[in-house]
Every structure is written in C-alpha cells, then in structure tokens.
C-alpha cells in the first residue's frame, strides 16, 4: 500500500475543513466501493476522511410528507428503518436487496449515489422518485446530480449529507442480478407519483436514465402489456462479459413490466 493519510474527525464541520485544504483528500464512507478501488490502485489520495460515523450523517427523519435519509445511513439500517418501511416500502426492499450482509452493513447510501456505479441499485430510486441530493452546499434535483458513468455534480470538497425522498406507496424496484456481485445486470424502480408515471433504469451499462416513452404511455393511460411496442432506445445499454446491449434492452422492458404489474397488484 502506497503512503496514504488517514482521519476520522468528529464533526462535519472539521471533515469539510480536512476535504477542503486538500484537493487530493476523499471521503471515506463505508468502503465497500472505495477500498477495492485502493487495493487495485485505480485512485490515489493523499488522505481519507472518515465520515462514515458523523452523527449529522446518520439520521432518518419525516420531512414534509416523505423521508429525510442521512448521507452516512447503512443499507442495512435503510433497509430495517420503521419510517422508510411504513412510508417507502419499495425502497427498504431495494436496500435490503444491495449485495451481501457485509456490503449492506458497511455501503452507505451517501457513499452509493457519490459513486454512481452504473450498476448500483439507489440511483434508479432517487431519480425515480424525484428525490433531492442535499450536499453541505447546495440541494441538487436528481436529474442535476446525475451526470453519467461513475460521475456526479459534486464538486471537489463537497459530500452528499442527505438525501431527501416524497413519500411514494405505489413503487416497485426489481432487478435482475448479477448472480456473483449482486448488482443489478439491469434493474428498474416504477413509481407512480401522483398522475405521473416514472421509470429509471439502471445496469445499462452508461448511467441510470428514465425511460420517457414509457412513462408518457402510461400517463395516456395505456395498458401495461402494450410497453413492449414503446420504443426504448439501444444506445442507453452497452454490452459485456454479462449481456450483450441487446439483451439488456430486452431485460429492461421485461422487468418493467413486471414491477408495473407488481405495483398494480397483479403479480406478488
Ligand atoms: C461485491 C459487491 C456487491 C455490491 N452489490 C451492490 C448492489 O447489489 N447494489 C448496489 O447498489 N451496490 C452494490 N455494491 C456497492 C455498495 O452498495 C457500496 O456500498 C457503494 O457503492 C458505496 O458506498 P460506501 O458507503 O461503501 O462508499 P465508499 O466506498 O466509502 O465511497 C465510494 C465513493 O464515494 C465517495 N463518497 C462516500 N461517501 C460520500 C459522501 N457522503 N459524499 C460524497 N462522496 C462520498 C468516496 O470518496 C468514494 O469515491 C456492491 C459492492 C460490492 C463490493
């Protein structure tokens, strides 16, 4: 292992200060993505900033009718809140779905959107329900915090404090896993907000996006079996080692049609 510096302050406020007097500093949230990526010397900072025990990170509170989840909450803890049960039950279910028991006790959720893996589960959740990046700067909207592959709108020093979802009773996330990291080969969160349709998927290979087609039909009221003729465009998938873009494509409308159904109450 390279020379590398290491803190665990105990305050926000002394690890934003630590982030900011070094550009080459980066937060350290559960490390199930980030200490990987050390072993195979894909990144190199100078120092970690430990945040993963921040108290002003670790809360889930009600907040104007839907959920306020603290940036350095587990995916365990997610997944088992009693608020984000009661009123986002889609979303303790994907929680509770992310990896293994090691990588849902120690990934936070904060750590997962920062990273943006275009296979990650919570990404197709924030953009879905329309939820709000809260950062120590600024509240991002979803579709401004994503900003393709592994990338996001989070400037040098700034970290994810919370993130803030609507409360939402008809939504479903399904994913087709892979079967050895459990990540989602492709995965997609339906949500029905309102009138309004929206469907993001995820595991395409360049990023979540929403499906805009689909939900527009939907919001015209057409039936769910009539999805498969809705175009969904090739260019959002890419293929590898797992699937080819094609067959991702084709996974997509499937599940999407199954988590529509799901929240319908036509499947169980
Ligand atoms: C085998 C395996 C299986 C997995 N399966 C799944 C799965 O099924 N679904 C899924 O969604 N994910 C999966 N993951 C990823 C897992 O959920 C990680 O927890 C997540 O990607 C990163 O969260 P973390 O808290 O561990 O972040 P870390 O590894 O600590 O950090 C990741 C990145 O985010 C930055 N960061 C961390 N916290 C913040 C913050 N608050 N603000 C700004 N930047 C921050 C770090 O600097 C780093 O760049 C899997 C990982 C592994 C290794």
Same mark, same amino acid.
């Given at each position: 292992?390279?020379?590398?510096?290491?803190?665990?302050?105990?305050?926000?406020?002394?690890? +934003?200060? +630590?982030?900011?007097?070094?550009?080459?500093?980066?937060?350290?949230?559960?490390? =199930?993505?980030?200490?990987?990526?050390?072993?195979?010397?894909?990144?190199?900072?100078?120092?970690?900033?430990?945040?993963?025990?921040? @108290?002003?990170?670790?809360? &889930?509170?009600? #907040?104007?009718?839907?959920?306020?989840?603290?940036?350095?909450?587990?995916?365990?803890?997610?997944?088992? $809140?009693?608020?984000?049960?009661?009123?986002?039950?889609?979303?303790?279910?994907?929680?509770?779905? #992310?990896?293994?028991?090691?990588? /849902?006790?120690?990934?936070? #959720?904060?750590?997962?959107?920062?990273?943006?893996?275009?296979?990650?589960?919570?990404?197709?959740?924030?953009?879905?329900?329309?939820?709000?990046?809260?950062?120590?700067?600024?509240? +991002?909207?979803?579709?401004?915090?994503?900003?393709?592959?592994?990338?996001?709108?989070? *400037?040098?020093?700034?970290?994810?404090?919370? %993130?803030?979802?609507?409360?939402?009773? *008809?939504?479903?996330?399904?994913?087709?896993?892979?079967?050895? !990291? /459990?990540?989602?080969?492709?995965?997609?969160?339906?949500?029905?907000?309102? !009138? *309004? $349709?929206?469907?993001? #998927?995820?595991?395409?290979?360049?990023? %979540?996006?929403?499906? $805009?087609?689909?939900?527009?039909?939907? @919001?015209?009221?057409?039936? &769910?079996?009539?999805?498969?003729?809705?175009?969904? @465009?090739?260019?959002?998938?890419?293929?590898?080692?797992?699937? !080819?873009? *094609?067959?991702?494509?084709? &996974?997509?409308?499937? &599940?999407?049609?199954?988590? +529509?159904?799901?929240?319908?109450? =036509?499947?169980?």
């Amino acid at each position: 292992m390279y020379d590398l510096g290491y803190s665990r302050p105990a305050t926000l406020a002394e690890a +934003l200060e +630590l982030l900011q007097q070094d550009d080459m500093a980066q937060p350290l949230s559960g490390g =199930q993505t980030l200490m990987p990526v050390l072993r195979a010397r894909l990144a190199a900072p100078s120092q970690l900033v430990d945040i993963a025990r921040l @108290d002003e990170l670790r809360q &889930i509170r009600p #907040i104007d009718g839907g959920i306020e989840i603290g940036a350095g909450m587990t995916h365990a803890e997610v997944a088992a $809140h009693p608020v984000v049960r009661a009123a986002l039950t889609a979303l303790a279910a994907l929680a509770g779905g #992310i990896g293994d028991a090691q990588i /849902r006790h120690r990934g936070t #959720i904060g750590g997962s959107i920062a990273n943006n893996d275009p296979a990650a589960c919570y990404p197709s959740a924030v953009l879905a329900l329309g939820a709000r990046v809260q950062t120590n700067l600024r509240i +991002l909207d979803a579709e401004a915090f994503f900003a393709g592959m592994f990338a996001t709108a989070l *400037e040098p020093g700034e970290i994810v404090t919370a %993130v803030r979802f609507p409360a939402c009773a *008809e939504a479903c996330y399904l994913k087709f896993r892979n079967p050895a !990291s /459990r990540f989602a080969l492709v995965g997609v969160f339906a949500a029905r907000l309102g !009138s *309004e $349709h929206r469907i993001a #998927i995820t595991g395409g290979g360049n990023g %979540v996006f929403r499906w $805009h087609a689909a939900e527009q039909h939907l @919001d015209r009221g057409a039936d &769910i079996d009539s999805l498969d003729a809705v175009p969904l @465009d090739l260019a959002n998938f890419t293929g590898d080692i797992h699937g !080819s873009a *094609e067959y991702r494509l084709h &996974i997509a409308k499937v &599940i999407t049609r199954r988590a +529509l159904m799901q929240m319908a109450g =036509q499947l169980t």
